[in-house]
């Protein structure tokens, strides 16, 4: 794999120095997608091909998120997934954040039937600092993140293949239940 990116990087810096901005967007796209937020990276090498419509490396890495999104459902199937999961009960009291993610995704996988990837963006330290109390029953999983996300000053944002947790500042394109 890192001989195909090494390739597939080279074709567009052999192209004149205008394209300097462009070839930064190619590397940043191909960074979220090997990170698996294809999401960020889609709409990366979307931004390439607006500067350079033929660039074949960018198309081919759009090729492959789109057939990775029929294949698993797309954005649309994970967040329908993550919908219809319902946790029982949460009894948390003085959980750090990291703890808290970690418990959820175990029971919501259990609920659910769906595999549940937490990707925190977050400042160093930030998941052990965050101390959550809650008690919850009989709620979904969306809601339970929207609880989760007000009481620890976060943000939860699906994407396909993971749910990203950054800080509460980062508003864009955030989560299920805002």
Do not use: W
């Not at 999983?141 to 699906?158: Q, T, W």
């Amino acid at each position: 794999m890192v001989c195909l990116i090494l390739t597939l990087s080279s074709g567009l810096r052999a192209q004149d120095p205008a394209s300097l901005p462009a070839a930064q967007v190619f590397s940043e796209a191909q960074r979220a997608f090997m990170s698996g937020e294809f999401e960020t990276a889609r709409a990366k090498f979307q931004q390439v091909l607006k500067a350079n419509p033929t660039h074949r490396p960018s198309q081919h890495y759009l090729k492959i998120i789109d057939e990775r999104e029929r294949r698993d459902g797309g954005l649309g199937g994970k967040r329908k997934q993550i919908d219809a999961i319902t946790i029982d009960r949460i009894d948390l009291k003085d959980a750090d954040l990291g703890s808290v993610l970690h418990f959820l995704k175990e029971r919501g996988e259990e609920s659910g039937n769906t595999q549940i990837n937490f990707v925190p963006r977050l400042p160093a330290g930030y998941l052990e600092s965050r101390r959550i109390t809650l008690s919850l029953s009989g709620m979904p999983f969306p809601e339970i993140l929207r609880y989760v996300g007000n009481l620890a000053d976060v943000v939860f944002k699906v994407e396909t293949h993971a749910i990203l947790v950054l800080p509460a500042n980062a508003k864009a394109d955030a989560a299920p239940g805002e």
